[in-house]
């Protein structure tokens, strides 16, 4: 997995797949089966690292995040797919429609094609004790948690952005929902007439902590020295940091969207960089693992056409006329 990279022919590939993730296994199978000599460079930090399990996955909820990319890499690697942990820290193209890439032990290595894979980081907000309850009793999405907390007592930290949306969510899940206002200004008119049919109450002052017994939330702690009994927290990252490093060195284009700057692409992944693809979270916040896979094999077969038929219009252009 590890073996050197040097500077010469034989570390330049067709693809390079920047992450190895969900988005970027899914890529690199697809660009595997079609016959592609393929490189998947991974640092190894998924952004589900803290939940035990995925869920909504068909045919694999309930798996651990671990074990489905062990199972990805070995399906890769049967293809032919080579894969080797290091962290890309930089891009350039080469003058010859590729791409040189340095990784951050110092070797380099070519590309003709590139997919960028690398997610996002959560920066969760700045609440004592909650970052270690993070995938385990702190949640974020209820698509992937609801079934597991159902009927629970929820609490949910506001997000500036929009502080009702993710107790409205919620809400369908159980019926004890309380949103923490916390550093959010009040909901509008009409979404505190939702909260109200939806049964959720409303507490004000900011949230200072986490109350913990037997390594299982209890409760929210507020400024005013309160402690509301919750067991299960939903809280949605202060900023979405997107990996976009390599991207952003390219000179791809970033669109605005309410959770911050991303990467902009078209359906199957291409950014405004010819030769380069983008998938997964570091397109967006909602690439949960299956939406993920789908926009990686969509960018892996993107690629593979791409290759394809420019070499046949190189064939043709090289023929004699007549």
């Not at 991303?262 to 030769?275: I, K, L, M, N, Y």
Request: hydrophobic share 45%; proline share 5%.
């Amino acid at each position: 997995m590890n073996a050197q990279l040097r500077n010469t022919p034989d570390s330049t590939y067709e693809a390079v797949v920047v992450g190895g993730g969900a988005a970027g296994l899914s890529a690199a199978l697809i660009l595997g089966r079609s016959l592609r000599r393929t490189l998947v460079v991974d640092a190894g930090e998924p952004r589900n690292a803290p939940a035990a399990h995925m869920q909504g996955v068909l045919s694999r909820d309930g798996m651990s995040p671990a074990d489905f990319l062990a199972a990805g890499r070995a399906e890769i690697a049967g293809y032919g797919v080579e894969l080797r942990a290091g962290e890309v820290t930089g891009a350039a193209p080469d003058g010859q429609g590729g791409f040189t890439l340095t990784l951050a032990d110092g070797n380099t290595v070519g590309a003709r094609r590139l997919v960028v894979t690398t997610g996002l980081v959560d920066e969760l907000p700045a609440i004592d004790g909650l970052a270690e309850r993070w995938g385990r009793d702190v949640l974020h999405c209820p698509y992937c948690h609801g079934w597991e907390v159902r009927d629970r007592a929820f609490g949910v930290v506001a997000h500036p952005a929009m502080p009702a949306h993710q107790a409205l969510m919620v809400a369908h899940w159980s019926k004890d929902v309380t949103l923490f206002l916390h550093t959010a200004g009040e909901p509008s008119e009409h979404d505190a007439a939702l909260l109200d049919a939806a049964g959720v109450r409303v507490e004000r002052g900011e949230v200072t902590g986490l109350a913990v017994e037997d390594d299982r939330l209890t409760g929210v702690r507020l400024a005013d020295g309160r402690t509301v009994a919750r067991s299960v927290l939903f809280a949605a990252a202060a900023r979405l940091a997107p990996r976009d490093g390599v991207l952003r060195q390219l000179g791809a284009e970033l669109r605005a969207t309410p959770f911050g700057e991303f990467v902009a692409v078209d359906e199957t992944g291409r950014t405004s960089v010819p030769g380069v693809w983008a998938a997964g979270n570091v397109t967006g916040p909602q690439e949960q693992v299956v939406n993920a896979v789908s926009r990686g094999y969509r960018a892996g077969a993107a690629l593979n056409n791409e290759l394809l038929f420019a070499a046949l219009e190189e064939k043709v252009a090289g023929r004699p006329v007549g």
